[in-house]
């Protein structure tokens, strides 16, 4: 079994910055494909950002495009999710996703696909 823990949630004002962080432990390989999702209060659950190992590719919401920045560290078996020029409308609870495999391309943007879960970290954006 595979555990996500996210870090780096907070408040911030607009315009500002943070860096989420996703550790996957548990197993001895780290998921193939890792996104980030997020869920504000009374919506669905959303995609923001994916990123796969195995082609190195990571695909954006457009809601978040050239503001936000998904990477990964192999090597410490973590996502991060930069988030830069925040706006109030991304206030919200932000899960990292997991799956051991890479994900079709039509598909990472829907959360029922993903094999893990976090618990999720709160970032508030006030206006």
């Known amino acids: 079994q595979v555990q996500l823990v996210e870090t780096g949630g907070g408040y911030v004002q607009t315009g500002g910055s943070l860096r989420l962080s996703c550790e996957a432990s548990g197993r001895t390989f780290s998921p193939t494909t890792m996104g980030w999702f997020r869920q504000a209060p009374g919506k669905e659950r959303e995609f923001v950002a994916v990123h796969t190992s195995s082609d190195r590719t990571t695909f954006y919401a457009d809601s978040v495009k050239g503001r936000f920045t998904i990477s990964r560290d192999n090597a410490k078996n973590t996502v991060y999710l930069q988030m830069n020029s925040l706006k109030p409308e991304d206030t919200a609870v932000y899960y990292c996703?997991?799956?051991?495999?890479?994900?079709?391309?039509?598909?990472?943007?829907?959360?029922?696909?993903?094999?893990?879960w976090g618990q999720g970290t709160q970032v508030t954006v006030s206006s």
């Open positions: 996703a997991g799956h051991p495999n890479r994900i079709a391309l039509g598909s990472r943007r829907t959360a029922s696909v993903y094999s893990y």
